[in-house]
């Protein structure tokens, strides 16, 4: 654990302020590497790129990568022929990589390696002869990609309760992956209420939940533990970011999703000696940064760093563009 004093803020004779930091936060490789393939391609093939869906889901990454030139859609039918297009970190189902062949787009793929190693698993189920469960959140573009990557009847279920519900013949052989941004304790529950159902299905038990999900959900558990208060950075269609807001809270702390300084309330601080503050896998950093320099203007205020996980992985950047730097 590491300790340092942030400049006081201007309310000298308000109590000092604790600020603990979460570590792993922000950032995974995933976004890094998407965001990057936006930034590459702009500067590769020029303005406009079009990007379906958002790249990741910040609002601030997104309003910034518009500004420089790309051009976000809900759907393939609004890119002109021939067009830059980028699928997003979420990944897309067949249909739309089908679509995007029809029309000749020029597709630069940024689904996330790790949601592509969900589609692969889910496939290889399939080709066993299983019928495949995903656990995962209806409607989110992820889960929308990953059961149009999975041919033939896909489960989807989000509780155990679904679980209870699920419809199969008799004698059909079951495997399940997951979404991977899943609370990971829910999502063990899950798990254990597919194998009692079904005691022969077989799964990558929580392993499909990525490895800067989980190492953010530790992280902000020792976060929560140890201060009174907690501030996620995040836009509130982040999946991740809201299971970190969530695990706070269950460990009885107030915990609130804010997606800039702009989002605090500064009547969460009453009566409270210290904030924890982490961010989603989706938040840049200069965000987090602001949310300190505004409490600071609140209460006088001692930053520390809470030390977890530490991360190392980076995942390449499709050929095309490894020879175009982004523009500064
Ligand atoms: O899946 P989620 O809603 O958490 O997406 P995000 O863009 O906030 O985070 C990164 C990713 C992926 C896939
Ligand atoms: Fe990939 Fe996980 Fe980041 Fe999503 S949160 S982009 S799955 S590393």
Same mark, same amino acid.
């Not at 999975?150 to 279920?157: D, F, M, N, T």
């Not at 300084?261 to 409270?272: M, Q, S, Y």
């Given at each position: 654990m590491i300790t340092d004093q942030a400049p006081p803020g201007r309310a000298t004779d308000a109590p000092?302020?604790? &600020?603990?930091?979460?570590?792993?936060?922000?950032?995974? %490789?995933?976004?890094?590497?998407?965001? !990057?393939?936006? @930034?590459?391609?702009?500067?590769k093939y020029g303005a406009p790129v079009y990007v379906r869906h958002e790249i990741v889901h910040n609002r601030h990454v997104v309003q910034d990568l518009r500004a420089r030139g790309a051009v976000f859609v809900a759907e393939l039918d609004e890119v002109p022929p021939g067009a830059i297009t980028i699928f997003s970190a979420h990944g897309v189902a067949r249909t739309v990589e089908d679509a995007a062949g029809a029309r000749s787009l020029h597709v630069i793929d940024a689904t996330c390696p790790l949601v592509t190693r969900v589609h692969l698993g889910g496939q290889r189920y399939v080709r066993q002869g299983r019928e495949v469960v995903l656990i995962g959140h209806a409607g989110h573009p992820e889960v929308v990609g990953t059961?149009?990557? &999975?041919?033939?009847?896909?489960?989807?279920?989000?509780? %155990?309760?679904?679980?209870?519900?699920? !419809?199969?013949? @008799?004698g059909t052989a079951l495997a399940f992956v997951t979404?991977?941004?899943?609370?990971?304790?829910?999502?063990?529950?899950?798990?254990?209420?597919?194998?009692?159902?079904?005691?022969?299905?077989?799964?990558?038990?929580?392993?499909?939940?990525?490895?800067a999900t989980q190492n953010r959900q530790e992280a902000v558990r020792l976060l929560a533990a140890e201060t009174d208060l907690v501030l996620v950075v995040g836009s509130p269609n982040s999946s991740n970011s809201n299971r970190l807001r969530e695990l706070a809270q269950e460990m009885g702390r107030p915990a609130y999703l804010i997606d800039d300084?702009?989002?605090?309330?500064?009547?969460?601080?009453?009566?409270?000696?210290?904030?924890?503050?982490?961010?989603?896998?989706?938040a840049p950093e200069h965000l987090v940064q602001g949310v300190i320099a505004a409490l600071g203007t609140l209460r006088p205020t001692r930053l520390r760093r809470l030390t977890g996980a530490v991360e190392d992985m980076h995942f390449r950047l499709p050929t095309e563009l490894l020879d175009t730097q982004p523009a500064a």
């Open positions: 000092v302020l604790d &600020i603990v930091l979460a570590e792993p936060r922000g950032f995974c %490789a995933g976004v890094e590497r998407a965001i !990057e393939i936006v @930034e590459r391609a702009i500067a059961l149009g990557q &999975i041919p033939g009847r896909v489960h989807l279920v989000e509780t %155990a309760a679904d679980v209870a519900r699920m !419809e199969v013949a @008799e979404q991977t941004t899943l609370a990971v304790d829910d999502t063990r529950e899950v798990i254990q209420a597919l194998q009692a159902r079904f005691p022969d299905i077989v799964g990558p038990g929580t392993r499909d939940i990525c490895y300084a702009d989002g605090i309330d500064p009547a969460w601080l009453d009566g409270r000696r210290s904030v924890g503050i982490t961010a989603g896998a989706s």
